[in-house]
């Protein structure tokens, strides 16, 4: 389905027509809000399978970081070049700070070994800050590892950062889980609207739940939910089992 069939379920599920009017959807409180929250509201609770996607780009030399719309966690960094394919430990940020502590623009350069999740944006008391000079530029209250910081609006970034800096052009291949796509022309699909609309409904009716703080009405939907759901956690159950026994020859 996509947004405008669900919105008419939504509708017909909720009996909160005033929310699916023609004003309403113009407007900030609405069917999408909670749609799009009940989508989010699945991809952290039920995650999918479908969910785990690549992210691909190249790297040019001395790269040390990475920004990457959208994703919801990293699960692994591989890195490639002319020579082949190679995957990055993963390390904590603290170790990567103490192993890798000389500054930035003076460290060797070298074949990427290690990464590490890197909270990438500033405070919201510094958000504003920039590069440029004049322009709330950054010195005006810090000095050093400025190269840790993805300046601007980051707030729908993760990001990693990688060590050594790099000695050439590589391509970096993460595999990550996604949130899903933002539900907002009448057209739209994402993963939950396609393959499980009646959950996704029941997920914006949770959502709508919450705000009025209805306990009983929360727990209510989420075992429907879940029944709802049921099949998608058996095929889960059974791509693991197939998989491993593959692996084990």
Not at 56 to 79: F, R
Not at 229 to 248: C, N, P
Request: hydrophobic share 40%.
């Amino acid at each position: 389905m996509n947004l405008g069939e669900v919105i008419e379920l939504f509708r017909e599920a909720s009996g909160r027509a005033d929310l699916c009017t023609t004003e309403a959807l113009a407007g900030t409180l609405n069917a999408k809000l909670f749609l799009n929250s009940g989508s989010r509201y699945l991809d952290e609770a039920y995650p999918p399978p479908q969910a785990l996607k690549w992210y691909m780009k190249d790297i040019a030399i001395n790269d040390y970081k990475l920004e990457i719309p959208g994703a919801l966690y990293i699960e692994s960094v591989d890195i490639v070049n002319v020579d082949g394919r190679a995957s990055l430990e993963y390390k904590s940020l603290a170790w990567m700070k103490s192993n890798y502590s000389e500054n930035i623009s003076s460290m060797d350069s070298g074949t990427p070994l290690y990464w590490t999740p890197l909270l990438i944006g500033l405070s919201n008391a510094q958000k504003n800050l920039t590069l440029t000079p004049g322009v709330d530029v950054y010195t005006t209250q810090f000095t050093y590892d400025y190269q840790l910081v993805a300046f601007g609006s980051k707030e729908l970034y993760n990001g990693i950062m990688f060590m050594p800096k790099t000695d050439e052009i590589y391509t970096l291949e993460i595999l990550a889980q996604f949130v899903s796509n933002t539900l907002s022309a009448n057209s739209d699909t994402n993963y939950w609207s396609a393959n499980y609309p009646l959950a996704l409904v029941l997920a914006a009716q949770l959502c709508l739940e919450k705000t009025f703080r209805n306990s009983e009405g929360v727990a209510a939907i989420k075992l429907s939910i879940d029944d709802e759901l049921r099949g998608m956690d058996h095929s889960i159950v059974r791509q693991e089992s197939f998989t491993a026994s593959q692996m084990e020859g």
